[in-house]
């Protein structure tokens, strides 16, 4: 059984192609709070994994809120887990396995708790644009961090597959305490928020993409407005598949380009 969020798409495909290779349920943790779904029942045999994007060198607020009322039959079963990142992950995963561990739901038979016994992160392109110094890869660079994805994968899959215990394979960058416990800190409980997101009307073609890709139902109406309800990932799938760049956050977007996975063959 694989739990996965995805906001642009990196995820996804990496999610997908797991689930195809090991012949394991995939669960898309937007539909799964949607419908209220938190217990579920793992056959024996199964495996847990959680894929999802680094968000501000942590784990994204939607999947520890997901996490948080998860309830598991956990015996023996082996638990991994996979983020994507634009350069680098920090202590990401150290985040992950601390938010299993205070979960009553994910206890194992014996007592222990649940933890991400494999750990892996996966390079792919730069989706987060909404800092100074972040912007989207130049296309020589999105498509150098997608081939080495591509090729990495496989051996990820392998290890997963085989169920290997003890295998952490990160990009934590120089300083992963830094990023994650003092940037990323204040990242998320500052700057998840939708409360910046703009849209150009003269330039919206109502289209209604934004409110199709928001993973938390957080868009209404055409022009697009946004409920600030709270719920905001800031995955900026709403900006992101914009076909129009109608959509910014403030200012600092409106000479930024878009990213989505799959976006340079879509345009062909």
């Known amino acids: 059984m694989i739990f996965y969020f995805s906001g642009t798409g990196n995820t996804k495909w990496a999610a997908q192609e797991v689930a195809r290779a090991i012949g394991e349920r995939l669960l898309y943790i937007p539909d799964e709070l949607r419908e209220g779904h938190f217990t579920y029942t793992l056959e024996a045999d199964e495996r847990i994994g959680f894929c999802f994007p680094t968000h501000g060198w942590q784990v994204p607020r939607i999947v520890r809120n997901f996490i948080r009322n998860l309830k598991l039959n956990v015996d023996s079963h082996f638990c991994w887990a996979l983020t994507t990142c634009g350069d680098n992950m920090g202590e990401t995963m150290t985040i992950l396995n601390r938010d299993l561990a205070t979960c009553e739901g994910l206890r194992r038979s014996n007592g222990d ?72 800190e204040y990242f998320n409980r500052k700057m998840v928020t939708d409360k910046k997101f703009t849209v150009d009307a003269d330039k919206c073609i109502h289209c209604g993409k934004c409110r199709q890709v928001c993973p938390v139902d957080n868009i209404q109406g055409t022009p697009p407005a946004w409920l600030h309800n709270g719920r905001c990932t800031s995955c900026l799938a709403c900006y992101h598949y914009c076909p129009v760049h109608a959509i910014n956050y403030g200012w600092i977007t409106r000479k930024r380009d878009q990213y989505y996975f799959n976006k340079r063959e879509d345009r062909r």
């Open 113 to 184: 708790a649940l933890q991400a016994e494999s750990v892996f992160s996966l390079v792919m392109p730069e989706s987060y644009v909404c800092l100074p110094f972040m912007k989207t890869d130049p296309e020589d660079k999105e498509a150098m961090k997608l081939d080495v994805a591509r090729h990495q994968l496989p051996h990820i899959i392998h290890m997963i597959k085989e169920r290997r215990r003890g295998v952490e394979e990160l990009d934590k960058g120089a300083t992963p305490r830094l990023y994650s416990y003092v940037i990323g």
